[in-house]
Every structure is written in C-alpha cells, then in structure tokens.
C-alpha cells in the first residue's frame, strides 16, 4: 500500500492530500489548526478549490487524522512539509513555522530507525534548507543528513483557484535533493499524482529554492512589461495591444502576456519582494525585481487616473466586475479593485462591486455606505459605467450595450458594444491621429 504524510493542511496542504487521494495513495494528515481538521472530519472545506471536496469525500477512507504529528513518523517514511513562511520585516520570510514542525516530531524521529525522506512545499528565501533548516534538524535530533533522514525542497507552481490543477498538471517539477534517494522517493511520488507529461527537474536545495523565487519574479517581469507596451498603445493612437502581443508571442510564449489590471494576490508581491531583499542581503543590485515592484505600483495608479478623468465631470453610478486578485478564487489579498474602489468613491455616486465567489464581507473593507457587494450580475445593470477589472468569460456582456464599459482585458467580443463610443478598450486606442501636445513630444526623439 502506497502511504503518506502531510504536516499543515491549508489549501496547498490539502491540495497536495487530494491529489495523493486521487492517486491511491493513504494519506496522513495533521495541522496545528484543529478547527480546521475538525471541519474536515466532518467533509467541510472552508475555501474554494475546484476538485478538493469530491475527490477527499470519494477516497475518504484512505485519509487518516492524527492528533499528533509525532504519529506521521511512526506511520509513514516520507512526510511533506506544507505550512505557513510569513513574510518578516527584512522583505524575507520566516521559516519559524518549519522549524516548530522538527520542534513536534523530534522525539518520534529521534526513536525511529528506519530513513526517513521530508519534502518541503513552502516557498522558503534561497538557503534556507542548507543554512538554517537541516543543521537545526540535525542538531535536535542527533541525526545526520542522509544517513537517517533526507530533505527535499519540492515547491508547487500554482494560482489560488486552481491549485490542484497546478499540483496535477503542472507546466514542469523541480525537486531540490540532499540525496539521490530522497530524489527518488520524493520524484516517485510526484510521477503518481501528475498526470500529464510535463518535466521533473532535480537540482541542488538552494537553486530549487532560488528557481521557486525566480520563477514568480519573470512572470511579473513579464506582466509589468506588456502592461507598459499597453500604456504606449493607449496614448499614443491607432495601435491594439492585442496585435503587439500576438506577434511578439511568435518570438516569446504567451502565459502572462496579456497587457491587463496590476498583478496582485498572496504570492507575486511577496516574492518578488522576497528576492530583492535577497539580492541586497548578498551586496548585489536589486534593479530588476525593484522596477517590477514600482511599475506595477505605477501601472495601478496610471489606471486609477484614467478612470477618475473619465468621472471628473459627473458623479455616475459605478459597476466593478471582479473583486478578487484574479478570476477563479474568493481571495482579496493585494487586489487592485479593492485599491481601485477605494480611490474612485469619493468620485462615484455609487459602487456595486460583482464576483461570485468573493463574500459580502469585502463590505467590512471598503467601509462605505457607497459601496455593495453583489453575486448577482444583474445587478450591475443600473449601474452607469461598467469597469473589467476581470475577465470573466461566462457574462453576456450585451446586457451592458447601452453602457459606457471600460474593459482592461479588452474581454468583450460583440461587435455591436465593440463599435460603440461608448466602449472604452485599454490598449486598444481608436485615436486615427496623434494629438497635436504628444505628437510634438514624439517628434523631439525622432528628429
């Protein structure tokens, strides 16, 4: 029988069960959080990810609770790790949670004496494993590093809203390996549960860490330069960005190439700050994920310009499709609609906020009788202006024909709202000639 173990069962944790579950595996279980493995006990998963809740109720049988971490290392020999690093006051993160981990199981691991291989999930600064995290395991349990237990650094690549998805079919693994046994056994595992044809990379413990880093530091490099080329198209006239991105994905691949919002959400933000403070930890220049970090902030406040001199002349009634970082997941962390809403309420009459997943609790946020929460889409249609803030593809967006809508995802396909003047494209000016102030701009640098 294929076994096991999971210490700390959030979404990714739980994620990670669901796709072990799926893959036949029996699976341990355990979380500091006993409300919430008291809910799921009872089949209740506090969140939403699409996959979790009929996958763990199908296989329930196969998932074990245990009160005691300590019961993982009796009953398992391969235990991921999955819990909380929160980002400290240096721009890094805390591996405090980690270690309290090693704190729990230590006399278990200390009693055992068959090999015992953890893989860790949590995105960790670069030389956390080697610098921090095996010489205090060793150092509390008197063992040494791949003679009685071996240590992986095996991060997920995924998005809230979709994280098993990212777990299963992932665009490629990397596994960070103290040995080549641990590599096998974590790499075994990771061939169980993905069910597509994508790479498994091994490489040491620290460049899996600075890849993990590294990779959510090049999307956002990658957003905040197609969102500047959408600047340019937006200003200077007759220009889509759509046609500037499709050519240009000739040359480069297309994920996270769509000129739109500012990029938000738990994960980005932090990492790229993580990997700045790295770079200045390490006495070199931070010049690339530092300009990501202000571009976005910029990008943020260029489009909240747009929309306030779009509202400077009338207060309007405001409808705001997408609440959430991003479509998919009920999570507001670093959501531009939340900073865009609470800029443009002094210059709206109203707001009604749209996104099925996110709670009317987002009300307690904004902290305005101005603004309401709605799921209902129909809602919005009183509403004067219609923002995109997300791309929700499932609208009939003719509903809104006789609106002014601004689409920051250029998301709208009818031809009929497309051709009006009343439809506003970022990215996509309609301008046929360049104002006569930015042409004479132009013509300095081209002279």
Same mark, same amino acid.
């Given at each position: 029988m294929k076994k096991a173990s999971i210490i700390g069962v959030g979404k990714v944790g739980i994620s990670l069960c669901a796709a072990l579950l799926n893959s036949k595996f029996s699976v341990f279980i355990s979380d500091k959080d006993k409300n919430l493995i008291n809910k799921y006990k009872k089949k209740e998963?506090?969140?939403?990810?699409?996959?979790? +809740?009929?996958i763990i109720s199908q296989n329930f049988k196969k998932l074990i609770f245990c009160d005691d971490s300590k019961d993982l290392i009796k009953k398992t020999d391969t235990t991921f790790i999955v819990v909380p690093t929160n980002s400290n006051i240096y721009g890094g993160f805390s591996n405090k949670h980690i270690l309290q981990v090693f704190d729990s199981i230590k006399e278990e691991l200390i009693k055992k004496k068959k090999f015992h291989t953890f893989a860790l999930v949590s995105t960790v600064v670069p030389g956390s494993s080697l610098l921090q995290i095996i010489p205090y395991i060793e150092k509390i #349990? =008197? =063992?040494?590093? $791949? *003679?009685?237990?071996?240590?992986?650094?095996?991060?997920?690549?995924? &998005?809230?809203?979709?994280?098993? *998805?990212?777990? #299963?079919?992932? @665009?490629?693994s990397i596994i960070g390996y103290s040995? +080549?046994?641990?590599?096998? &056994?974590?790499? !075994?595992? $990771? +061939?169980?549960?993905?069910?597509? $044809?994508? *790479?498994? /990379?091994?490489?040491?413990l620290t460049e899996a860490e600075i890849t993990k880093l590294a990779s959510n530091t090049y999307e956002t490099m990658r957003l905040s330069f197609i969102n500047m080329i959408a600047q340019i198209s937006n200003e200077i006239g007759d220009t889509n960005v759509d046609n500037i991105t499709n050519a240009l994905t000739f040359r480069f691949k297309k994920k996270f190439f769509k000129a739109a919002a500012p990029y938000g959400g738990p994960c980005w933000p932090r990492d790229n700050i993580a990997l700045s403070s790295l770079i200045n930890q390490i006495n070199l220049k931070d010049s690339i994920p530092n300009a990501i970090g202000t571009f976005n902030n910029h990008h943020s406040e260029y489009l909240k310009s747009l929309l306030k001199n779009l509202l400077k002349k009338k207060k309007? =009634?405001?409808?705001? /499709?997408?609440? &959430?970082? +991003? @479509?998919? #997941?009920?999570l507001i962390t670093n959501s531009f609609s939340i900073n865009l809403i609470k800029s443009i309420l002094p210059h709206a009459k109203n707001i009604i906020g749209y996104d099925p997943l996110v709670s009317k609790d987002i009300e307690k946020i904004i902290k305005s009788k101005k603004f309401k929460h709605t799921n209902n889409i129909k &809602?919005?249609?009183?509403? !004067? @202006?219609?923002i995109i803030v997300q791309p929700f593809t499932n609208i009939n967006y003719k509903i809104f024909s006789k609106k002014i809508i601004v689409d920051l995802w250029r998301v709208v396909k009818n031809k009929d709202i497309i051709k009006s003047t009343k439809y506003i494209n970022f990215g996509n000016s309609k301008n046929k000639e360049i104002s006569k102030q930015l042409s004479n701009k132009v013509k300095k640098i081209i002279i």
């Open positions: 998963f506090p969140f939403y990810e699409p996959g979790i +809740k009929r #349990t =008197k =063992k040494r590093i $791949n *003679k009685s237990f071996g240590f992986c650094y095996n991060p997920s690549f995924i &998005a809230q809203g979709e994280i098993l *998805k990212g777990i #299963t079919n992932p @665009v490629f040995s +080549k046994r641990s590599l096998k &056994a974590i790499k !075994d595992i $990771n +061939k169980s549960i993905i069910i597509n $044809n994508s *790479k498994i /990379l091994g490489m040491s309007l =009634k405001l409808g705001i /499709l997408g609440l &959430a970082y +991003k @479509v998919g #997941t009920p &809602a919005i249609k009183m509403c !004067d @202006v219609i």
